[in-house]
């Protein structure tokens, strides 16, 4: 989404920043539906008033779910960062495995790449 002149912003006053930021998330795909436009889709504050939900009263109790998200979020990076390494590990491991015992081993993009091109070598495909 883009924001201009016609566009309801969101400026946090009453809530806690990072609430908002995850309340946005959330909504985002509601948002979208409610979005109209030529150039892009925008959303105006009559269409974002038609948007409810249920939002914790309390300051404290959004700052600790915001507390949450934050820290879930930080956990799905450190887990998608640990998934690259393990994968670049494993490539790593079948290469050495098969070079010692005297394929050739090149990344392929294409199957006929290794098959018509190179007759007795290995390609791994890397996704």
Known sequence: MATNQGFANFVPREI????LYYLIDIL???FKRHGSGTTFDEVNKRDIRKVWCAVPMRPE???AIARILDTMDMVIERT???VERVRDVKISLVQQLF???GYGVRRCRRLWLASYQNPGTLCLFIQ
């Open 16 to 19: 806690p920043g990072d609430f």
């Open 28 to 30: 985002t795909p509601i």
């Open 61 to 63: 109790e959004q700052e």
């Open 80 to 82: 998608r960062a640990a």
């Open 99 to 101: 070079e010692k015992k």
